[in-house]
């Protein structure tokens, strides 16, 4: 098997048939098998993907998992990560899609010749479904091409998952990765260990951005304790770059006060 793409899905139904349309419709000259694992959906995710199997003419491509009990996010994207064979992994959430019909092709054919490359990824579209009138724009603006690991340790992910195709080899689950919230850019950074990643040029999918609730202080509060964390986890296990560790944790650690202060601010009408 040359290509296995990794979906997580969990309550998609509004979205998860065009998310696997836009790894069908792929124009692609070796094997590829799409592994998606619904992590217990109380929806209609289960029926449209099991629907999709029976119609679509390359339903047979899809290697189906349905949970009877809710895993969670992480232990549901390793799970899913395991039952990946092929020589090499792409990455497409059940609420995100592909547009481009080649980028497989173009992501594949750069790593068969680009053997110092540990995986490739490409710019998207981020769409605000909860913004009004929210016209679509490029997620990333970049000024150059291959980037190492420390790029990757950055206050925002260095790309986006949709985008990402790397080496099957690489694959590693340290023991602390079940436990960050951010497995995305934790498998980044464990993937950039082995060689660099390229950016190919293109904005080939769609990252769907739902910010309901998420403005909320807490919420904000604990998006930067969940950096603050995975941080830690990096410093353990690579043992490199501290200081740029470091100085992403004071960040994280400065945005929490922010938001504490402007509660605290909000609570009494100061201003």
């Known amino acids: 098997m040359k290509v296995s793409v990794c979906m997580i899905t969990y309550n998609h139904e509004n979205y998860i048939r065009e998310a696997i349309e836009g790894v069908l419709m792929q124009n692609i000259d070796f094997d590829m098998e799409l592994v998606i694992s619904n992590d217990c959906s109380t929806d ?32 549901n994207f390793i799970f899913t990560l395991q039952q990946c064979v092929g020589e090499y992994i792409a990455l497409c959430e059940g609420d995100d899609y592909w547009t481009d019909e080649n980028k497989l092709q173009q992501q594949i054919a750069f790593l068969d010749t680009n053997n110092d490359c540990a995986g490739c990824f490409h710019n998207v579209l981020v769409v605000n479904e909860m913004v009004p009138d929210f016209k679509p ?76 609730g998420v403005t909320s202080g807490q919420k904000i509060i604990d998006y930067h304790k969940n950096r603050i964390r995975l941080m830690r986890f990096f410093k353990g296990h690579f043992n490199l770059y501290l200081t740029q560790l470091d100085d992403i944790i004071a960040y994280h650690r400065s945005e929490i006060i922010k938001t504490y202060k402007k509660k605290i601010l909000s609570i009494f009408k100061i201003k």
């Open 137 to 212: 724009k490029p997620w990333r603006t970049y000024d150059k091409h291959d980037f190492t690991q420390p790029d990757t340790f950055s206050k925002v992910a260095l790309f986006h998952t949709c985008s990402f195709v790397f080496r099957q080899r690489f694959l590693e689950f340290p023991a602390w990765f079940e436990k960050v919230k951010s497995g995305d850019m934790a498998l980044f950074s464990l993937i950039a260990a082995k060689g660099k990643l390229r950016l190919i040029d293109g904005i080939m999918a769609v990252y769907r951005k739902n910010e309901k």
């Open 44 to 75: 209609t995710t289960d029926d449209i993907i099991k629907e999709i199997i029976e119609s679509h003419p390359k339903g047979s491509l899809i290697k189906y998992f349905s949970h009877k009990q809710n895993l969670g996010m992480m232990p």
